[in-house]
């Protein structure tokens, strides 16, 4: 079963092609991992799949319905949620706040282990301080467990591990873990080659907005094709 299938999705901003004729499907209680040079076109594909911004052409179906250019809002309250880059969350607010908003966003109940992810990321201990006062990398697994919090479907993480420390991004790795057991489908924007190689049974590659390559790591990784767009950037 399909949970989230796009078809020849393509965005411009005018007359500049960001991305064009970009097709995968990601099944039900799938993973799949997006990587691509800076540039590449990764966060905008995700913004126009949450209906962040509009496509310029193609389709994003959730299951059997087409959510092309709805809004984020109604997007997300069908199941399909979204993290961010950066720090997301309800700034001037209490972390426990934070993940009743999201809780109540979502207009479900909070999904089962929310409680026990709190205790395991070192979220309860801190529930009655302001979100803002929280170190960075807490910060940024706060927004992760806000995202669940709304008890999606399907979950867009976007660069994950981006500004956390080496040893804080096993925490990403215990996040998926958790949320894939919920049944959740997960799809990860990520520059952190470790963490795609541990986590992720199959890859797509953007380069320059087109879809370069499709399969499992291992494979991708090696092709020349691959490797020349990493050139420089991965050396670097």
Known sequence: MTDLRVDSLSKRFGGLRVFQDISFDLPSGGLLGVIGPNGAGKT???NVISGRQMAS????????????????????????????QQTNTFKSVTVAENVARAVRFGRRSAPAGLSAMLVDFGLAPRQQEIADKLPYGLQK????????????RILLL??????????ERKIVDAFVHRVRESGTSVLIVEHDMDLIRRLCPRILVLDAGTLLADGPPAEVLARPDV?????????A
């Open 44 to 46: 905008t594909l995700i």
């Open 57 to 84: 052409g193609g389709r994003v179906v959730l299951g059997d319905r087409d959510i092309t250019n709805q809004p984020a809002y109604a997007i997300s309250r069908l199941g399909l949620a979204r993290s961010f």
């Open 141 to 152: 697994i706060l927004g992760l467990v806000m995202a669940f919090a709304i008890s999606p």
């Open 158 to 167: 976007d660069e994950p591990a981006a500004g956390l420390e080496r040893n």
């Open 227 to 235: 490797i020349a767009a990493y050139l420089g950037e991965e050396a």
